[in-house]
């Protein structure tokens, strides 16, 4: 059901869609050239028609987008934080640190190359049906998603 619900979005290689059960995953991929919003993923989660009763739940979103990172000064006192502009999108993402700290400080040092390729977990996508169907995609407040990065390389 998931499977084919995240098959049928238009942006999403049909033939790329693998379900793993016993590990409960699906990893899907963008069609060459296109990228996936997250409200598009959250429709097509919530297309599966899921209910409370099934015990399912999203544990977590994990990404990987290639674009520019930026660093965006913030006003206030406030460290300046870094942004990840999807390429070809208006899609956006401010990096966040996970248990490894070190990434995020690389990612800053590195600032001014080329594209980088960043890998991460989107923040506050782990809950369970319906609560995390019957709400917008995180954030939902209209700010970008927080991304925890896992692991960047620069370059395509």
Do not use: C
Request: proline share 6%; hydrophobic share 35%.
């Amino acid at each position: 059901m998931a499977r084919d619900a995240i098959a049928r979005l238009y942006d999403v290689e049909k033939n790329r869609v693998a379900l793993e059960i016993d590990k409960g995953t699906i990893t899907f991929s963008a069609k060459r050239g296109n990228s996936i919003e997250l409200n598009k993923i959250h429709e097509s989660i919530k297309a599966t028609r899921l209910s409370g009763n099934t015990g399912m739940r999203v544990n977590a979103l994990e990404i990987t987008a290639v674009g520019k990172v930026v660093v965006v000064e913030a006003q206030g006192e406030k460290p300046p934080t870094l942004r990840l502009k999807v390429n070809g999108t208006l899609q956006e993402f401010v990096l966040g640190e996970g248990a490894n700290n070190k990434l995020l400080q690389q990612l800053r040092e590195a600032v001014g190359a080329s594209d980088f390729t960043v890998t991460g977990r989107v923040d506050g996508w782990n809950s369970h049906f319906p609560p995390f169907l019957n709400s917008p995609p995180p954030p939902g407040n209209g700010d970008p998603p927080l991304l925890i990065v896992t692991e960047f390389k620069k370059g395509k």
